[in-house]
């Protein structure tokens, strides 16, 4: 490859913008400059928040597979709970999600949800 | 272009931090690495609901136009309301403001804002 | 340095991702693509705003340095507030420890943190 065809590429794969999953509001899933970013909540937000919570880490799994990406190279989840006594719970299974000597930038506070969402994820992830 | 050149443009393109709109406590948009983010709430912020979303995605538009990019290129929103009950308000705005196909990663929670602020978006666009 | 190796030095600078203090629930920092991500809290999470915020600002200057980076180079914090009463102390702060015309974006929010704790702030910084 020469000069000009790499400067082609790292221009295109830099700027070029990819989506997910798009519909009328949102799209499941944008990626860009090699960083997925994406939001999660429970298929099942009537379910209780150990089940939520346990939805939600499945479906990140789900994505990461779809991205070709995997948990090791999850960047920074910013996670909302419904309520903040709910932390333990969420605690127990985000800590037997985690890779060990993977773990990803994270912050977590209570913020009103949606309906009866207990739980939601902003997730960010190499995929390059 | 030879290859000693292009790296130093690439990682002079890389590491460089523009601003826009620069006061002592934020800047209005910071721009690095092809990502351009900012924060956005009404002008007039003692307006109503359908007011302050108004303002808020014309300023965006406003924004875009400046940085010479697009709604296309929108890559996430994080929106903040001071209350979910406004939720409907904010979707039939934004269901219009959304460019068919090119919708970008959203989340919605309810958090307290500044005064009589309804509603408040972290914008994250790309502009390479 | 010919092309292919330039290429792969890109790549691998692009793809790495670099880790400081990674612990069973998560990394105190996480860096990829040029840019540093982390959450700070005050290490004393019982003593009062002003000793939290003056703590965080000092956590992110130690933070920083360690990533041989500066105030000059954050590109975005994201406040939260237990209590939005608390923005003038958080601001007075604030406005001192930012470098004149090198403002980041910023917003800031209410939302429930855990324990005692006043302020959270999610901080971006560019490391290339």
Same mark, same amino acid.
């Given at each position: 490859?020469?000069?000009?065809?790499?400067?082609?590429?790292?221009?295109?794969?830099?700027?070029?913008?990819?989506?997910?999953?798009?519909?009328?509001?949102?799209?499941?899933?944008?990626?860009?400059?090699?960083?997925?970013?994406?939001?999660?909540?429970?298929?099942?937000?009537?379910?209780?928040?150990?089940?939520?919570?346990?939805? +939600?880490? @499945?479906?990140?799994?789900? $994505? /990461?597979?779809?991205?070709?990406?995997?948990?090791?190279? %999850?960047?920074?989840?910013?996670?909302?709970?419904?309520?903040?006594?709910?932390?333990?719970?969420?605690?127990?299974?985000?800590?037997?999600?985690?890779?060990?000597?993977?773990?990803?930038?994270?912050?977590? +506070?209570? @913020?009103?949800?949606?309906? $009866? /969402?207990?739980?939601?994820?902003?997730?960010?992830?190499? %995929?390059?």
């Amino acid at each position: 490859m020469n000069v000009l065809n790499f400067q082609r590429e790292v221009r295109s794969k830099m700027s070029e913008i990819r989506r997910i999953g798009t519909g009328a509001r949102w799209s499941d899933v944008v990626i860009h400059a090699g960083v997925a970013r994406w939001v999660e909540v429970a298929e099942d937000g009537k379910s209780d928040t150990t089940e939520q919570v346990r939805q +939600v880490l @499945a479906q990140i799994d789900t $994505t /990461l597979a779809e991205l070709g990406t995997s948990r090791e190279r %999850v960047l920074q989840v910013m996670i909302y709970l419904a309520d903040l006594a709910d932390a333990p719970t969420l605690n127990r299974l985000w800590d037997f999600w985690v890779v060990p000597g993977q773990a990803p930038s994270r912050a977590c +506070v209570q @913020a009103g949800l949606s309906g $009866t /969402l207990k739980v939601e994820m902003l997730v960010m992830a190499a %995929v390059d």
